[in-house]
C-alpha cells in the first residue's frame, strides 16, 4: 500500500501543482456548478487497479461530453493531515477516497456534502455494505459512502510450509512458533509497526480497543484480562516467531516473502498480486515479484479464531465523498456514480477486494484458496472505536508506537497500561 | 547607522552645538522606497502568518473551524494547556539538548575543515569542496532517506558491514528503536548538512587573517594551538557569534529530518522534537488552536536567540 513512498508523493505534489491551474478555471458554484469541466479523483495508494481506473475516466468522459477526469494518486502516510487543509482550501478536489477509520474525522467537521437520500437510494442504498456506510454517516446523514473493504488472510507457500492450516489461534500461534526454531526463518513476519494483524488476537481473547461507558466517556480496554491476554500472544509471536525489524512497518511484505524465509503471512488479500509478479516486472514501475518460485504456489486460509472458525480481523478499506468545497458537485456525483457502478464495482471484486454492494461479493474470485479465505475473513470483519477522534490516535501513530516497544520486550501490562491513557486521552480529549 | 537616514549637511547628533532652528525632517523617500518591496513581501509571507497565529493560539481552533465554522476565544487556555503538560517540557527539553550536541559538534567539525583546507593545495582544496558543496545542496528530505537506508534494519549498509567484520549476526537489529541511537542518526544527520556552511564560512574568515600576523606570533614562539586560539581565533570572533546563532536557531526548528526519520523507525513520542511535535497537534490531530500556542512559545525562543545576534551584528557595525 505505501510502497514507492517518496516517488508518490513527489509525483502526486507536481500532479496537484499542475492540475491547480487548471481546475481554478472553473466557475464558482451556485447550484450544481458548471456542466462541464474537470474532476479531479483523489484516489489513495496503489490498490484501485488500472483497469478500473481507465474504466472511470473513459465512461466519464463518454457520458460528461466535454468534461475530463483526473485521477491523482495520493499517499495512505499523513493523508488525514493532507486532507484537514487540502479539502478546506480553495483548491479542493472534487472527489475523495478516505480510509473507513478516518472518515468521521471529516464527516464530522463538514469536510464531505452530504449525500441525499434519493440519491443515496440512486447509488445502491441497502445494497451497499452496511458497515462501510455507518463509517461514512454523520447524525442521521450520509456523507462518505463505501468503496472498497479490504479483507486479511494469511498467505503461504507449500513449499515452504508443510500440513494443513492450522484450526485455531491457538495452534497457529504454535506452528508459526515451531517453524521459527528451525532458525533463519520467520514463523510468521510481524513488523513492529503492524497493529491491524494485532487487532484480531485482542479482540479473540475478549480484549476490545475502547468501548463507550455509561457516563459517554471512552473506555480504553487493552488492559483488561483479555487484553492482555492478546498482547501476551502477540509478544511472544514478535519475539519467538519473527525476525522482522522490531520497529519496522507493514510495506512491501513481497521481499521477504519472496526470499523465501517467511511461513505465515497475514496480510490484505492484494499483496497476492505483488508476491505473484514475475521477477522482471513489465513495467517501469513495476516491482519484482517471486511468480516462478514461492509466489508460483501461493496459497491462503482466514485467519483462525480462538474457537476454531474464522477469526475477527480489523476491517480496513475506503470510502468514498464527494469534497464540500468542489465547486462542480454535479460532475462530483457523476463520477461517485461511476465508481458505485456494478461494472466499476466488478473490476474491484476481480482483483480481491470485497465490493461496496453486498450483491457483487460473488464476484470475487473464489477458485483459488486466496479468494475464498479473503471473503470467509471479511465476514468476521471488525471496526475501530465510532468516533472522529479515533483519526487522531491514527494520525498520532499510538498503536505502531506501542506494538514497537511489545516487539521491543517491553513488559506487557505497562504497555497496554499506556495504549489504554494514550486512547483515553485522546478520545475525551 | 542612524546617520544614513540624516542630510549629509547636518551634524552628527552626538556634537554638542548651540542649538539651531529645527529643520523639519524629510521623509527620505529613497530608501524607504527601495525597502518597500521587501516590507510587502515579508509582510504577506511572514507577519500575516505570525498574526494569524497569534490570533488563533487564543482560540479553539479544531479541524471545523478550518472548514468556515467560527472561533470560540478561550483566552490563555491553550497556552496553561501546554506549559503545564509535562509532554511539552520534555519536547523542549529534548530539543534544546540535541540542539546543544548539534551546533557544538557543527562548530568543532566545521573549523578543523577549514582548517584543513587552508593547508592543502590547490587540487586537493578543489575536491574538499566540491564534496561540501554536494552535502549542502543535498535536499533533507533525500539525504534522511538514504541515512535510513544506511541504517536499515533488515537490508542496511552498517548491519551488513557489521555482520561481515564482527561475525555476529546484525540483521534486525534496529538502530532507530532506541531513543539515544535515533538521536545519534539524527545527528550524523543534521550535522553532516550543516558543516559544509560553517567550514565555508569559516575558511573565508580565516583566510582574510594577514600573514604576517601570524609569522610574528610564530617568531614569538607561540604553537600551532596557542596561534589558533590567541590569533585566528580573536580575528574571526564575529563570524563565530553568527554561525552559533545561526546553527542554533537551525537545529532548535529541525523539521524534515525528524519527520522522515520517525518514519523510517523509532519510538515517535520519546523522539518528538519542537518541530514535529507543533505538526502533529496541528497538522496531525487538528488542534491548531493549541499547536499555534506551542509554536508562538517557541517564536518567542526563537527571537530571544535572534535579538541576541541582531545586537551582537549591530555593535560589530558600530565599531
Not at chain 1, 474464522?310 to 457523476?334: C, H, P, T
Not at chain 1, 475501530?384 to 516497544?405: C, H
Not at chain 2, 509532554?87 to 540542539?99: D, K, Y
Request: with cysteine; net charge negative.
Amino acid at each position: 500500500m505505501r510502497k514507492n513512498r517518496l516517488v508518490a508523493v513527489t509525483a502526486a505534489a507536481s500532479m496537484t501543482l499542475a492540475m491547480g491551474a487548471c481546475a481554478s478555471g472553473a466557475d464558482a458554484a451556485d447550484d450544481g456548478g458548471p456542466s462541464t469541466g474537470e474532476v479531479r479523483v483523489w484516489l489513495v495508494g496503489t490498490d484501485t487497479p488500472d483497469e478500473a481506473r481507465d474504466y472511470l475516466k473513459t465512461t466519464f468522459e463518454e457520458q460528461n461530453e466535454g468534461s475530463t477526469l483526473v485521477i491523482e494518486e495520493q499517499s495512505w502516510d499523513g493523508l488525514v493531515d493532507k486532507y484537514t487543509t487540502a479539502l478546506a482550501g480553495s483548491d479542493a478536489p472534487d472527489v475523495v477516497e478516505v480510509g473507513n477509520t478516518q472518515a468521521s474525522a471529516f464527516t464530522s467537521n463538514g469536510y464531505f456534502s452530504e449525500i441525499t437520500a434519493d440519491e443515496f437510494e440512486e447509488l445502491g442504498g441497502s445494497d451497499l455494505l452496511p458497515g462501510f456506510v455507518e463509517a461514512g454517516d454523520w447524525e442521521g446523514a450520509h456523507y462518505a459512502l463505501p468503496y472498497y473493504a479490504g479483507s486479511r488472510a494469511v498467505f503461504y507457500s507449500p513449499q515452504l510450509v508443510d500440513g494443513e492450516p492450522p484450526a485455531t489461534l491457538d495452534e497457529y500461534v504454535d506452528a508459526a512458533k515451531d517453524m521459527y526454531k528451525k532458525g533463519k526463518f520467520s514463523g510468521m513476519w510481524w513488523p513492529g509497526q503492524d497493529w491491524y494483524n494485532a487487532l484480531p488476537f485482542i479482540w479473540e481473547n475478549g480484549g476490545y480497543i475502547a468501548e463507550p461507558a455509561d457516563d459517554g466517556s471512552w473506555e480504553a480496554g487493552f488492559s483488561t484480562p483479555g487484553g492482555i491476554a492478546g498482547l501476551t500472544q502477540i509478544q511472544d509471536l514478535m519475539l519467538n516467531a519473527s525476525n522482522a525489524p522490531a520497529d519496522g512497518q507493514e510495506t512491501d511484505l513481497q521481499v521477504p516473502f519472496c526470499e523465501g524465509k517467511i511461513g505465515y503471512l497475514s496480510a490484505p488479500t492484494w499483496i497476492q498480486w505483488s508476491i505473484n509478479a514475475p521477477e522482471e516486472p513489465e513495467s517501469d514501475d513495476g516491482v519484482p515479484g517471486c511468480g516462478s518460485t514461492y509466489g508460483g504456489d501461493l496459497e491462503a486460509f482466514a485467519l483462525p479464531g480462538k474457537d476454531g472458525g474464522a477469526a475477527q480481523v480489523f476491517a480496513g478499506g475506503s470510502n468514498i465523498a464527494i469534497a464540500k468545497k468542489s465547486e462542480q458537485r454535479d460532475l462530483a456525483y457523476s463520477a461517485l456514480k461511476i465508481m458505485l457502478s456494478d461494472e466499476y464495482q466488478s473490476i474491484i471484486a476481480g482483483i480481491g477486494l470485497i465490493p461496496a454492494k453486498v450483491s457483487l461479493s460473488g464476484d470475487v474470485p473464489q477458485e483459488n484458496s486466496i479468494g475464498a479465505a479473503g471473503v470467509e475473513a471479511a465476514a468476521g470483519a471488525k471496526l475501530t472505536p465510532a468516533t472522529p477522534k479515533w483519526a487522531d490516535v491514527e494520525a498520532q501513530n499510538v498503536l505502531q508506537t506501542q506494538f514497537t516497544r511489545l516487539a521491543n520486550g517491553d513488559d506487557v501490562e505497562q504497555v497496554a497500561a499506556d495504549i489504554d491513557s494514550q486512547i483515553e486521552s485522546i478520545l475525551n480529549g | 547607522m542612524s546617520s544614513l537616514a540624516t542630510e549629509p549637511a547636518a551634524p552628527p547628533a552626538s556634537v554638542s552645538s548651540p542649538p539651531r532652528p529645527r529643520r523639519r525632517r524629510r521623509l527620505p523617500t529613497v530608501p524607504w522606497l527601495l525597502l518597500s518591496a521587501s516590507i510587502l513581501i515579508l509582510g504577506v509571507l511572514t507577519g500575516y502568518p505570525v498574526v494569524r497565529m497569534l490570533v488563533m493560539s487564543f482560540q479553539e481552533y479544531e479541524r471545523a473551524q478550518v472548514m468556515g465554522m467560527p472561533a470560540e476565544w478561550v483566552g490563555f487556555d491553550n497556552y496553561t494547556a501546554i506549559l503545564t503538560d509535562s509532554a511539552f517540557w520534555a519536547v523542549l527539553g529534548r530539543s534544546i539538548l540535541f540542539m546543544l550536541v548539534a551546533v557544538v559538534l557543527t562548530m568543532v567539525l566545521g573549523t578543523l575543515i577549514a582548517l584543513l583546507m587552508m593547508r592543502l593545495g590547490k587540487g586537493l582544496r578543489l575536491l574538499v569542496s566540491v564534496g561540501l558543496l554536494l552535502a549542502w545542496s543535498m535536499p533533507p528530505l533525500s539525504s534522511t532517506t538514504i541515512w535510513g537506508w544506511i541504517f536499515d534494519t533488515q537490508y542496511g549498509l552498517v548491519n551488513n558491514l557489521l555482520t561481515r567484520f564482527t561475525g555476529e549476526r546484525w540483521f534486525g537489529h534496529s538502530w532507530l528503536l532506541d531513543p539515544l541511537g535515533f538521536f545519534t542518526i539524527l545527528t550524523f544527520i543534521i550535522v553532516w548538512g550543516a558543516i559544509p556552511f560553517v567550514a565555508f564560512t569559516m575558511y573565508a574568515g580565516l583566510s582574510q587573517i594577514p600573514g604576517e600576523v601570524l609569522e610574528a606570533a610564530q617568531l614569538d614562539g607561540a604553537g600551532a594551538f596557542a596561534r589558533f586560539r590567541l590569533v585566528m581565533l580573536p580575528y574571526v570572533r564575529t563570524i563565530v557569534t553568527v554561525l552559533v546563532v545561526l546553527s542554533m536557531i537551525w537545529d532548535l526548528k529541525v523539521f524534515p529530518q525528524v519527520y522522515a526519520l520517525q518514519d523510517i523507525g523509532g519510538d515517535r513520542q520519546k523522539t518528538n522534537t519542537i518541530g514535529v511535535y507543533i505538526y502533529q497537534m496541528g497538522m496531525g490531530q487538528g488542534h491548531f488552536g493549541t499547536a499555534s500556542a506551542i509554536a508562538f512559545v517557541f517564536v518567542a525562543i526563537m527571537l530571544l536567540l535572534s535579538i541576541y545576534y541582531v545586537r551582537r551584528t549591530m555593535k560589530e557595525e558600530e565599531l
